[in-house]
């Protein structure tokens, strides 16, 4: 049934023509220099395969030290670097934070050298030289040219396959590498084991296991070849084999078709023609090498690589067709790129068959459901579930099916926190799938049981040994003495307890309710009223001397010092402007935030942005201030809310390679574009409330799923008209500069007149 | 349906009631020390799980060089050792290669220790002095007292379930420890990874993986208390988890449910009054988690230990009664400790729902019969196959058939060598499988395809990059330069071209049969005329030079010397005889064989037997010569048979600890035991053909599957009537000193007149 329904999408879709080609407008190349961690490959809208070019395989280690490196790789793949190593399968799109880089494929002629080479000596591996110039990056397409030996590499995906097209120059000697060492933030043990059967001369399957961030995590594959290989052979090199000495009756090197090690590199040989192309599909599983061939068999049924990148294409112009702007060019390239940013996380995790491999390392079937992975949550819970509730309700609504099925099989009966192929990588503070489950229940998006969503946010929220929850249950915050993250945990845990006690009215769990909507004030324990701002506490309830306001580490934060995380009371401004001093005291606090000097030893402890990354002391590069700008909404300045975030739009997003200001953390500073572009933004997941900022765009319809469009007409729109002079909600004039969700997805039509001058 | 048929015959056994108590007779200490490495545990007719103690967890590297004590632990335990490390699920009997040794649990009390100690130093760690005097060891079932904390522990099996029982003194500190780091024949790299899941304060959940002599294995298991733990917790003595650091957000070390890990040691804690049981089931499986614990459910519904005792001991005594026999204690101890042996191997290796991991790591399911695992077929296919084609053949069905399912598995398209949990560890020469399938099909025994078990071994046989099979197809020889192991190839090769050729025969395959019965000839290229022995011959056609007739390393033998190894002709003695000088000059070369005098370079080179493991030259503790003491009968000394049988199996078995002179080898010296005790050896498998010797017992009484009987009498039996004087089937003289299958399994009575001189 589902099938059929998938079906009858597919076909609707097709017989869409009133999409406009937006795909053109998508640069994946933006974010791939300094910051933004993002990956120029190719994948379809929310795909499991991510298949892209990596420029580095980055060890942990290096000559014996922590090399800080890896931070760079997160997605594998750097804009400054000079050479390619080859391409890869799996890639986390902007975090801070890397893993993953498998399967990695490169095409070579010549003598085979079956280790990578490095990047100041690469004529000493299978890496290769290129240029920019000689490279496209688009939606679910990327091509370039490996100057080594000519070759020219192609790759395009379907949603579990990847598929490769390498054209070669004429030779006895062209191989493809198969790099089943090479991956993401590499360390000498992280390489669990790998699995390789050659079933014949065009079809390989196996598996790789890794202990990585992902810390229990195999991956299957199928890989097939468009030509026979007239050989392979594979160079193994584990050190220690004491099992293998006498009975290796084999030559184990050539030709050996059941292959199982740590450290295997693969070589695939053939003789080609001039310009004759090989092309490669490469399908992943998590439960099993016959899923991954069924996958293979389901997605991609023959050798028409064009046919794959067109239909690939065509996904990505159905997803963005949702949302069309009218704006300028380079806000259009910023926009769909943004667009296309928040549509690749979280992953397809099944199976065409429905097959998944759980947190519980057993295979489950996702009954009614497609189960996602990569849920960056500390991140996407603020703005990128909140866009998905009016864009993608049905993904959204399998995604908190997903986070249900991960408490399900959790043995220690949590919710997600970062989750990631049947892993939880405990990322990050808070636990935020609770602010994701309210917002998707309280705006009617899933249809699930949800009670039992309620009481798996409860019995997370009450596991006393995680992350200080026990002293947060019983002082009301969290001792300085017992961890490095004070005060981001209490302040977050209080506002994930809001959105708690938000799903408990909503089902009149009138007992839960007062639970949490008490701990919801817990942000208060850290509000040091002689200083206004947040900070530590120890356990005998005085804060901790020695505060440095602009410090994070070793302060009771993380990713944000006390001057941004001080306003992280989302879901209670008015209570936070009381408590500092009524409403023109914040304003003039929120304006010192936004044009403070910051000291150099400020940057350099601060991660994931960049020097640009900052306004004043705001940090848009890290989120916990992200509903910063739009707190003056609840000031009498609104219009300043207008001034930043238009400052931040063109500050902090250009259609540059390094056009972003930070990690676009799996879609989550996208989202804030996406949202801030059209002119609102959703400050508290949980409520049913968006404040109202300066749109970008000049206007934009947005097509929902309920059949319905949302509009967002802008009148007077320049670079310097940021002032909003009014807006009329289907053309009678708003009481307030807020919209509920139901303005949204009732199909209506938002218009704002701006201007040069604040309203005041 | 399989099911139902199961059930039928469980009440079919209940209701017999004519069984003797059998398992009185056997003694599976036997062996345990010196060389038999057979292991004392707990487990039930080619049970999946043996649970056994280990004396020591001997790691391959010692001080960083290489530990030549792995040898000795090949089962787990050492009769002469005096400390036991724990009781581990998982034991090769009488292997000469080590291996297993899967999930080791120790009860201990008071201070926890989470390392084994050392047996120099045993007080540094968890394992316990114990003496012969408190242990006892039966067919499914064994008991020890460990000394160290006065804890009684007891173990019984089914199939897929290990049972614990612990008896403890009052403490409020008493342990199970689980030690997942354990393993018999350790290496660094050895354990790949480990996973557990505490489910709940009584299941918990997991699986192991190892890189050993099966070189991909992964063991899944489920395990319940019978009293819940207070607490439990794990030491993770790995060194590097770099993804580990700041996102540790638990104290993993105590009651966190999800562990993973290469070396982890995991302990349970309870309080105990005095006299306390703690009881604890461990189920395999090769699966999944789910699988292990449907395999405990299905197999020990609760918790009375006593009634799996029972069952397990039922089992045994079932099987046993196969063969009743009538002989003095000792003769019935020796003859039911080697059924017992003979029924340990090889294991059964597939879940109650039929589900097992196949070669290619892929999940099978087992239609219409149960697969097995644990296949030495160098050392089985000699007797052991022989005799289940016997007494076990629906066994022996089932075993032929998890052989072709491991060919269809195998992307070499090669039937097993040594097949291993889902691997073949390639171990010795030939490749025998296809004698065991021709022998089941010739006789009867194998209801598959047999076509297509032709051609699987067909083309196993033809696998021109295996061991030197294109060499000796080529030229009819392995050339000495290409392999070490060269005329023992050649010989086991022309002999298991035979048996294709005999199987072709049957088949009416006539081009396959010419192929083949040429090829069985093949051994005469290496028998040099000028001295009479089986040499390693150059390529160019030469006979190597500096051969040494004794020697087996460098001159191209494996586990036999030249003077062994030259018999190696089972299938053609009569051509062997001619090329020898005839009869008479052959009985003299026997007689030789079994009355030389051996230097001492001799046993510093040989492997897996004792001294007295050995007749003259003749070498019973290993098994190329296992055949030869009949070879009298095709010569005019038939007599020399009967006495040198006798002897050796005077010789070599004992009912001592020490009794067996040399490795029992999956069963195989056991079998050739119960043959020989019955008084005729299948010396070709293939053919339908047994030698008459000298049988030991007083009468033996088989009971067939296909309800007949077959009886041996033996009339004036007596330790000095040695001597077979006459011999009638059914009451009519043989005419000839063999008899064949059809004269077994027809249902007939063998009746030896024996007395104390030759019958010349």
Redesign the interface.
């Known amino acids: 049934m589902k099938h059929f329904l998938l079906i009858l999408l597919l076909l609707h879709l097709n017989f869409t023509n009133a999409q406009n080609n937006l795909v053109k407008y998508v640069k994946p190349i933006i974010g791939t220099e300094k910051m933004g961690h993002t990956y120029p490959g190719a994948t379809v809208p929310f795909g499991a395969v991510q298949l892209s070019p990596d420029t580095d395989t980055i060890s ?2 290096l000559n014996g030290k ?1 090399n800080g490196d890896v931070y760079k790789y997160c997605a594998g793949y750097k804009y400054e670097d000079k050479t390619i190593v080859g391409f890869s399968h799996t890639h986390l799109s902007g975090t801070g934070h890397a ?1 993953l880089g498998d399967f990695l494929i490169m095409p070579t002629q010549g003598k085979l050298q079956l280790n990578p080479g490095t990047a100041s000596n690469p004529k000493n591996g299978y890496r290769s030289a290129f240029s920019h110039s000689n490279e496209t990056a688009e939606a679910g397409y990327y091509k370039v040219k490996l100057d080594d030996d000519n070759i020219l590499a192609e790759m395009t995906a379907t949603t579990r396959v990847g598929m490769h097209q390498y054209t070669f120059p004429k030779s006895d000697e062209s191989h493809i590498i198969f790099d089943l060492i090479a991956g993401i ?1 590499n ?3 992280k390489n ?2 790998t ?1 390789v ?3 014949n001369d065009t079809l390989v399957t196996g ?1 790789r ?1 890794t ?3 992902a ?2 995590r195999t991956v299957y594959f199928a890989m097939s070849f468009s030509k026979p290989f007239h050989s392979y052979g594979q160079k193994n090199y ?7 000495g006498f ?5 184990e090197t050539k ?4 292959i ?3 450290k295997i590199c693969m070589h695939f040989d053939f003789k080609t023609e001039e310009g004759e192309k090989i092309k490669i599909k490469l399908a992943l599983s998590s439960v ?3 899923n991954a061939l069924q996958n293979m068999q389901a997605e991609i049924k023959d050798w028409d690589f064009e046919k794959v990148k067109t239909n690939a294409q065509q996904l990505w112009n159905t997803e963005l067709n949702k949302i069309k702007i009218n704006a300028s060019e380079d806000t259009k390239v910023n926009f769909y790129t943004a667009l296309y940013h928040t549509f690749i996380n979280p992953t397809v995790y099944t199976d065409v068959n429905g097959q998944y491999k759980g ?5 489950h079937i996702a009954d009614g459901f497609i189960n996602y992975s990569t849920f960056s949550l500390w991140d996407t819970y603020r703005a990128l579930h909140p866009l998905f509730n009016i864009i993608q309700p049905a993904r959204n609504n399998d995604m908190v099916k997903s986070m249900m099925a991960h408490y399900d099989q ?3 009966h949590m919710l997600p ?1 970062w989750s990631h192929y049947a892993n939880d ?3 990050m503070s808070g636990y935020h799938s609770v602010s994701v489950i309210a917002d998707a229940i309280i705006k009617g998006v899933y249809n699930g049981n949800a009670n039992e969503a309620l009481d798996a946010c409860v019995t997370t929220a009450n596991h006393r ?3 200080g929850i026990g002293y947060y249950m019983d002082l009301g915050y969290i001792p300085a003495e017992k961890s490095g993250i004070s005060v981001s945990n209490t302040l977050e845990y209080a506002y994930d307890d809001w959105c708690i006690a938000q799903l408990a009215k909503k089902l009149n769990r009138q007992e839960v309710y007062e639970t949490f909507i008490k701990r919801a004030a817990n942000w208060e324990n850290n509000f040091n009223a002689a200083t206004g701002f947040m900070q530590p506490k120890l356990a005998d309830g005085t804060f901790k001397s020695n505060f440095d306001v602009l410090s994070t580490h070793g302060q009771g934060f993380i990713e944000g010092n006390s001057w941004n995380y001080s306003f992280f009371v989302p879901h209670n401004p008015t209570k936070l402007i009381e408590k500092m001093g009524g409403k023109n005291k914040f304003s003039t606090r929120l304006d010192t935030l936004f044009s403070m000097h910051l000291p150099d030893s400020f940057f350099a402890e601060t991660e994931d942005i960049t020097r640009e990354g900052i306004i004043g002391g705001y940090v848009h590069g890290n989120e916990p201030a992200h509903h910063v700008a739009y707190f003056y909404n609840w000031t009498n300045q609104p219009w300043k809310t207008q001034y930043q975030v238009r400052k931040i739009m063109e500050m902090q997003y250009k259609p540059t390679p390094d056009g972003l200001g930070g990690n676009d953390d799996c879609g989550q500073m996208s989202a804030w574009y996406i949202f801030s572009s059209l002119g609102f933004y959703p400050v508290a997941p949980g409520s049913n409330e968006y404040a109202i900022g300066s749109p970008l765009v000049n206007n934009a319809v947005l097509t929902l799923e309920n059949g319905r469009t949302f509009t967002v007409e802008v009148i007077n729109q320049t670079d310097s008209n940021v002032y909003v002079q009014k807006v009329l909600l289907n053309g009678k004039p708003l009481p307030t500069l807020f919209i509920n969700y139901n303005d949204i997805v009732g199909g209506n039509k938002l218009t704002f007149f701006m201007g040069a001058k604040p309203k005041k």
Do not use: M
């Open positions: 942990y280690e922590y893993d933030y360390y000498e043990e669990v084991w699995y059967r050659v079933i598996y296991q202990n990585g961030w810390r229990t584990d050190e220690k084999q004491p099992y293998r009975w290796r009756k084999f030559d030709n050996f078709p059941e199982a090690g740590k099993s090498h016959d947190l519980d390392q057993n295979t959790s043995a220690l926190i990588n405990w990322c040994n995680y992350e």
